[in-house]
């Protein structure tokens, strides 16, 4: 009984020594991360001294009793909020924390050899102090991966709140001026609203990631979110999207106070590329009167009505008229290179425009004709299907005695 009631009274001599150098050794330890961890810069003093309070209070328990606590007991949410807050890495936070433990562990193995502490305890206890080093670090761990992860996701939450509001047009200048400057924005350049959907098996969030990293890479500053579904956000110019499988709408280019209305025009830019079925970013110049035809489905209709449905009566001969019609227009109204492109007589192209105008009672002379017409040809693109049967690509036999018509 007297050897362990003075091996104890021994332990708490040290324990005691150690104590008395705890606000030094903390001190030396401060310098020690300032210097080491550039991160632990961002940390104030006080923190840092509440943190190394406990630590050290937890060490002296340990040595003290002997036993580690359990993973459970180690309440460090608060502290790894903080330095993710902060943006002090993981791999720091477990490096400044193993520093300290170290600090804590030479400093009882100089105060145990200087007292005369039995070989056998310092043994123990040094291996105590290793497990707690072991212990916390896992725990550490993590509770920070989760702070990391909640950070995250608070911020895209704040970052998506942000686009949100400035692509519905519901935040105040100060919000915007303050919101650009936290994301990168640049106020005094022009920025174009897109909205973007994934083709294949890429998610929005793919996308999104790999917009902003295309825009980056090219010098051009992005900044993008998920809206229901849908990637949405502002940039500067058109992105560049290499191999993305994309359909995007892009809208014109405008103030950041008053981008909610090229957003708009993005969405409007965007329902018209799907439903043509394209690939790629595309803008206004690109699309042009084409996204009227989307976003004006009943006058699509009285168009087809008018210039399209008269020809189907005509079976086969009625699909060739309304290619003919077309190639017409698309080749500038030169009958000789729409008879090269489909492999016929001049007269036969002739032929089918003048009967074209028979059956619509048009003239393709009028202006107005021209405009309705490609505007009708347009919306069967997006796939308006005709009433009556579809003919073949080319011309046929009963059309080589057509008569001259067409000069």
């Not at 630590?55 to 002997?66: I, K, S, T």
């Not at 793919?206 to 890479?217: A, F, I, K, N, Q």
């Not at 957003?263 to 042009?288: I, K, P």
């Not at 003919?324 to 090269?340: F, K, M, N, Q, W």
């Amino acid at each position: 009984m007297g050897g362990q009631a003075g091996a104890a009274a021994s332990l708490e001599q040290v324990i005691a020594a150690m104590a008395a150098q705890q606000r030094h050794l903390g001190g030396r330890l401060h310098e020690d991360l300032a210097d080491h961890i550039p991160s632990y810069r961002a940390v104030p003093r006080e923190l840092l001294d509440l943190v190394w309070n406990r630590h050290f209070q937890r060490a002296l328990a340990v040595v003290r009793e002997g036993t580690v606590p359990a993973p459970e007991d180690f309440d460090e949410a608060e502290v790894a909020r903080d330095r993710a807050a902060r943006g002090v890495p993981l791999s720091d936070g477990l490096r400044a924390f193993r520093r300290g433990l170290s600090a804590i562990r030479d400093l009882f193995l100089a105060e145990a050899t200087e007292r005369g502490l039995e070989p056998g305890l310092i043994v123990d206890r040094t291996k105590c102090l290793w497990e707690l080093a072991d212990v916390a670090s896992l725990q550490i761990a993590a509770v920070h991966r989760q702070a990391e992860v909640a950070s995250a996701l608070s911020d895209a939450r704040r970052r998506a709140d942000f686009l949100r509001g400035l692509l519905y047009g519901t935040l105040s200048a100060a919000e915007i001026h303050s919101g650009a400057a936290i994301y990168g924005l640049d106020l005094s350049r022009p920025h174009r609203a897109i909205r973007a959907v994934p083709n294949g098996n890429v998610g929005p969030d793919t996308l999104e990631r790999s917009l902003e990293s295309h825009g980056r890479s090219n010098g051009r500053g992005a900044l993008l979110t998920v809206l229901d579904e849908v990637v949405a956000g502002v940039a500067e110019s058109k992105p560049e999207t290499g191999d993305l499988e994309v359909t995007a709408g892009l809208g014109p280019p405008t103030d950041l106070a008053a981008v909610h209305h090229s957003f708009r025009a993005a969405g409007r830019l965007l329902q018209a590329a799907r439903a043509y079925g394209l690939r790629g970013v595309y803008d206004l110049n690109d699309l042009s009167w084409r996204v009227a035809v989307v976003a004006e489905p009943e006058l699509a209709e009285l168009l087809l009505d008018r210039y399209l449905r008269p020809l189907e009566a005509e079976g086969e001969f009625g699909a060739l008229i309304e290619e003919s019609v077309r190639g017409y227009l698309e080749s500038g109204r030169h009958i000789r290179e729409v008879a090269r492109s489909a492999h016929v007589h001049v007269n036969t192209v002739r032929y089918r425009l003048r009967r074209f105008e028979e059956l619509t009672g048009t003239s393709l002379d009028a202006p107005d004709t021209v405009v309705e017409l490609s505007w009708a040809l347009a919306a069967r693109e997006l796939g308006t299907p005709p009433r009556g049967p579809a003919g073949p690509a080319h011309g046929t036999a009963g059309e080589a005695a057509a008569p001259i018509g067409l000069p």
